[in-house]
């Protein structure tokens, strides 16, 4: 089952033609990106004592349908790794009828906070700090 958080439109969140403004959706995956990370276990203090933190490398929305006012909707995060330094987090967001609002893309990568440099193994540094990616999966 996928992870979702269930959240409201706030009426400082709307743009001058009354409905969400484009850099509230990024505010949106990254609640869900807290959250989901929090589920599964990833001790952020640990990662950082171990001179360690997540960085985003690059995000993308595609926006489908328009959120307004009050209206209700959950934000998912599924996590994908892969090979070397980087890993993909994506998340849907889903009004409560079913239909999709928009469509987040993220890479991401743990740094090195000394070396300033991407870790070989993400998921590793992860795991290390307690994160179980199947909370998060596809």
């Given amino acids: 089952m996928t992870f979702r958080v269930p ?8 743009d001058t033609l009354g409905h969400v403004n484009h850099a509230v959706y990024h505010q949106y995956g990254e609640v869900a990106r807290v959250a989901g990370f ?9 990662l950082v004592a171990k001179g360690t933190a997540p960085v985003l490398l690059s995000t993308t929305v595609d926006f489908r349908r328009e959120l307004r006012m009050g209206e209700h ?3 998912s995060c599924e996590i994908r790794f892969g ?8 998340s849907t967001i889903t009004k409560d ?3 999709v609002s928009a469509e987040i893309s993220c890479v991401l990568g743990i740094m090195d906070l000394d070396a300033r440099r991407l870790v ?3 998921r ?4 290390a700090a307690g994160f179980q990616p199947e909370v998060l999966a596809p």
């Avoid at 090979?83 to 994506?90: A, M, N, P, T, V």
């Avoid at 590793?124 to 795991?127: D, N, V």
């Fill in 7 to 14: 959240l409201q439109v706030r009426s400082y969140e709307l």
């Fill in 38 to 46: 929090e589920a599964a276990g990833c001790d952020w203090n640990s």
């Fill in 73 to 75: 909707f959950e934000v």
């Fill in 83 to 90: 090979r070397g330094k980087s890993f993909h987090l994506d």
């Fill in 97 to 99: 009828d079913g239909t």
């Fill in 120 to 122: 070989h193994d993400p």
């Fill in 124 to 127: 590793g540094a992860l795991e």
